[in-house]
């Protein structure tokens, strides 16, 4: 079992920028591969950011290459998120998930346990 806990949103204006985390509970967290995946009002969750168990993989959605970057610290069970340049259509409560597996994976029903979310908030 793996408990997950984000922290980090707020609201920013656009062109701002926020770094997300997410803590995990247990002793395993490094045979997890971790993910980002957001869900805008209305809309259907979406993929945000993917990385893999080492940390040495990751993948992005086309929408926020360039401009987000996820990361793992495997000693403090956390993964990161860090938001840049941020847009309006960002706003979305983001969520941390993980699967036990090498990774990356970018596909929401892969992974088994998932966070309550973290609402980032982008204003105009």
């Known amino acids: 079992q793996v408990q997950l806990v984000e922290s980090g949103g707020g609201l920013v204006q656009a062109g701002g920028s926020l770094r997300l985390s997410c803590a995990a509970s247990g002793r395993t967290f490094r045979s997890y591969a971790m993910g980002w995946f957001r869900q805008a009002p209305g809309k259907e969750r979406e993929f945000v950011a993917a990385i893999s168990w080492s940390g040495g993989s990751t993948d992005y959605a086309d929408s926020v290459k360039g401009r987000f970057t996820i990361s793992r610290d495997n000693a403090k069970n956390t993964v990161y998120l860090q938001v840049n340049s941020l847009k309006p259509e960002d706003t979305a409560v983001y969520y941390c998930?993980?699967?036990?597996?090498?990774?990356?994976?970018?596909?929401?029903?892969?992974?088994?346990?998932w966070g309550q979310g973290t609402q980032v908030t982008v204003s105009s």
């Open positions: 998930a993980a699967v036990e597996g090498l990774g990356p994976y970018y596909s929401g029903p892969e992974y088994d346990y």
